[in-house]
Nanobody, 114 residues
């Protein structure tokens, strides 16, 4: 019934930009904490950015470079990524979290070359 799906990943040169999109079905985005996570090879998954109402949070490593936003009408979450670095290379996951529920997408791969 409820589904999360990411898109927009790809290969980009250092300094370039990508825009990730998370489309949801059966999830009212205004009732969930929405966020982007990433997992690099050999590392644990980490939070990149999250949004709930007017509150947004970013990992220190992406502050000033990434921007999270959402469309509450169409229930779409975005991550605008600028000034990309090779260290940003990872699979990026969309997450929707309520108190007792947690939904994940399948991930979209981002590769940043030097």
């Amino acid at each position: 019934q409820m589904h999360v799906e990411e898109s927009g990943g790809g290969l980009v040169q250092s300094g370039g930009s990508l825009r990730l999109t998370c489309r949801t079905t059966g999830i009212r985005s205004n009732l969930y904490h929405m966020g982007w996570y990433r997992q690099a090879p050999g590392k644990e998954r980490e939070m990149v950015a999250s949004i709930f109402g007017d509150k947004v949070d970013y990992a220190d490593s992406v502050q000033g470079r990434f921007t999270i936003s959402k469309d509450n009408v169409n229930h779409v979450l975005y991550l605008q990524m600028d000034s990309l670095k090779p260290d940003d290379t990872a699979v990026y996951y969309c997450n929707a979290r309520a108190s007792l529920n947690n939904f994940w997408g399948q991930g979209t791969r981002v590769t940043v070359s030097s």
